[in-house]
């Protein structure tokens, strides 16, 4: 007996141009997934894999694995049911790649049942991709990567968690690219203080390229809410959304509800940082945090807005708190942040370079440690607007929370 259930859901992303911003138009897809009451309704799979499987729908009745000089291709259309908490293991090439209407499902058999995730280890090809593929269900990381490559394009990464870091995607000494594709609702769910970071991504000593991406609704209790990068790692994003995630343990020092990083390399360019928060004894970086001397920051063509923190005691930087030495902030709006200033700056300016910006609407004032001549209004723009000697205005004439950077 077989019975159908009905969902929607939603694929890829692509960027079209308005008056010179950009915005994402969503795609939509539906498909029907079968219910399985009878468990001989699909063919079982355990252990080695090669070939090409699919179409069709599959259960996963033990750990399964693709092992070092053998491949497999997973062929559009194709559902893998994991009966229980077992992994997927890559040792050697894999290539699931669905289309726009007819995508890759990876997910538990029935509804709040678990597995273990995608897992690619060394042995791995460094062409191993998933394309239009959706991963949900996982409570050890959607995917995680530990040196290794992959790729990733119009994917949804939905509703997987982990214990300490990653909840939707890991990586450790690993590289990937991330495009056109969806991390929401992720989470990493650890109540020890100090404990439990990147809820949507989390990268130590690995080098990632993420861009037309909208990473939502991620959660973590103590660092990086959306994304936590540490150990020399470098992140580059670009055209993407970090909105709507949050640091929620209510217990100790937390940062950085969209981004954090430590000890790593963020650049940001052309795009949204809203709605995040940051709880906790003590609260800082709503949108990005930066751990003190350590690591570069540079933002450019962004709109950092609405992101807050909800701290018993908020040390700053409700939009950015940037303490490393290394920062560069250019072309943004950093507006309407909330519950500390919009903006912390390291306490040595010999390496700050914030300009061509626009500050404003800050309930606790816009800045904390300010540059000698900072948002003194002494100088005249191009556009006959006042701005201080470093090009920064104070302007609420931008206010449209969909634009991203400065007209």
């Known amino acids: 007996m077989i019975g159908f259930s009905y969902y929607e859901v939603d694929k890829g992303y692509s960027f079209h141009s308005i008056l010179g911003g950009e915005y994402m138009k969503r795609y939509t ?154 991390i929401v609702e992720n989470s990493v769910n650890n109540y020890t203080p100090y404990t439990g970071v990147g809820g949507g991504i989390y990268s130590s000593q690995s080098v990632l390229y993420i861009s037309n991406c909208i990473i939502k609704q991620d959660s973590s209790s103590h660092r990086g809410g959306g994304i936590f990068c540490e150990d020399r790692s470098s992140l580059t994003i670009t055209e993407s959304v970090i909105s709507d995630n949050a640091v929620y343990q209510t217990s100790g020092f937390n940062q950085g509800g969209g981004i954090f990083i430590a000890d790593s390399y963020l650049l940001l360019d052309h795009c949204l940082v809203s709605f995040n928060t940051v709880g906790g004894q003590t609260a800082q970086g709503g949108g990005i945090g930066c751990d003190a001397n350590t690591g570069t920051l540079k933002v450019f063509n962004s709109t950092i807005t609405r992101n807050a923190l909800q701290g018993t005691m908020n040390e700053g930087g409700a939009g950015i708190c940037a303490l490393s030495e290394n920062v560069i902030v250019k072309n943004c709006i950093i507006e309407g942040n909330i519950g500390g200033h919009g903006f912390d700056f390291p306490t040595n300016y010999d390496t700050l370079e914030v300009i061509h910006n626009n500050f404003y609407n800050h309930v606790y004032g816009s800045f904390n440690y300010l540059p000698p001549g900072f948002m003194i209004l002494s100088n005249i723009n191009a556009n006959g607007e006042p701005c201080d000697s470093f090009y920064n205005l104070n302007l609420t004439r931008f206010a449209l929370y969909g634009e991203i950077g400065m007209l």
């Open 29 to 182: 897809i539906t498909f029907l997934s079968m219910l399985i009451i009878s468990i001989s309704a699909a063919a079982q799979l355990s252990g080695p894999l090669s070939g090409t499987l699919g179409p069709g729908m599959y259960t996963v009745i033990d750990d399964i694995s693709v092992q070092e000089g053998d491949s497999l291709t997973i062929a559009p259309g194709t559902e893998l049911l994991f009966d229980g908490l077992y992994s997927f293991d890559i040792y050697g090439y894999f290539y699931a790649v669905g289309t726009e209407s007819d995508s890759i499902f990876f997910l538990a058999h029935y509804p709040n049942y678990h597995w273990h995730g995608i897992d690619f280890f060394s042995t791995s090809d460094d062409s191993c991709k998933l394309s239009y593929c959706v991963i949900t269900g996982s409570i050890s990381s959607g995917i995680f990567c530990e040196n290794a490559h992959i790729g990733l394009s119009q994917c949804l990464i939905k509703g997987n968690s982990c214990h300490n870091f990653g909840g939707g995607l890991a990586f450790i000494n690993s590289s990937a690219t991330i495009e056109n594709s969806e």
